[in-house]
């Protein structure tokens, strides 16, 4: 016998964006269990979310850009599709209140419509490292003196060898980070795609950087990308 065709659920009536962070050690959050913890916080906060359709209908929660685990961050994104019209300033409180401390919501506004992902073409960074700061700017003059870096990742393709110089339009030491030493970059997105702690394996490889400990990395914006002036812009300001 056929199944019977699963109900299909109502179109969205609103699309709401949510720019939230990943601190402490939130960081260490992966993507999936950041999801979980999101719907969790959804269905808690009694948000009226828009469902799939299909025999297993999930709240439509679109995720764009996502930060890799172990990386904090003040720019993550993501887009809610809504069954009812609410007021944006009520989802974020009523989000915030619902997720742990260091999950941390701090925009949500009305979709103008179009892509998220679209409007996500870069992100600057900062990393603070436990070396001298002469150590680290000898490391990004190497980094930046070459023509390509080649680095090694392990990818849901298996390892890859890409070139991470190409997607670093600024890397410079911008202040000392206590007993450590702080680096800005910023990155282009693309394929595939070049993270922070590439960079950081680069400079070890042609600088010598040796950090006495982990480094922090964390990203700082997210956003559309000046190729003028080199400013990574809000999103939400478009």
């Known amino acids: ?21 990943k601190r402490g050690r939130l960081r260490f959050t992966s993507h999936r269990d950041f999801s979980r913890a999101f719907e ?21 929660i679109s ?6 685990t172990g990386a904090a961050s003040e720019a993550e994104y993501l887009e809610l599709a809504l069954a009812e019209v609410v007021e944006p300033a009520d989802v974020h409180q009523a989000l915030d209140a619902s997720l742990p401390p260091g999950l941390d919501v701090l925009a949500v506004v009305v979709s103008p419509g179009g892509s998220l992902s679209d409007l996500l073409q870069a992100s600057r960074w900062r990393i603070d490292v436990d070396v001298p700061r002469e150590d680290a700017c000898r490391a990004v003059e190497a980094f930046l003196a070459a023509p390509e870096v080649l680095v090694e990742r392990m990818t849901k393709r298996g390892m890859r ?6 997607a670093v339009t600024h890397l410079a030491v911008v202040d000392d980070a206590g ?52 400013e990574v812009t809000d999103p939400f300001a478009s």
Not at 1 to 14: A, H, I, L, S, Y
Not at 47 to 59: E, K, L
């Open 40 to 60: 969790r916080a959804v269905f808690r906060a009694r948000i009226p979310m828009a469902y799939s359709s299909g025999f297993n209908p999930h709240p439509r």
């Open 179 to 230: 007993a450590g030493t702080s680096i800005e970059l910023v990155l282009r997105h693309g394929e595939p795609t070049v993270r922070a702690d590439d960079i950081l394996a680069g400079m070890t490889r042609l600088g010598g950087l040796e950090p006495t400990g982990p480094a922090l990395m964390t990203r700082i914006g997210q956003g559309l990308y000046d190729p003028v002036s080199g």
């Open 63 to 68: 995720y764009a850009g996502a930060s890799p």
């Open 161 to 166: 060898t890409f070139d991470a110089r190409a």
């Open 1 to 21: 016998m056929p199944k019977d065709q699963p109900e299909q659920q109502p179109p969205p009536v609103q699309r709401l964006r949510v720019r939230y962070a």
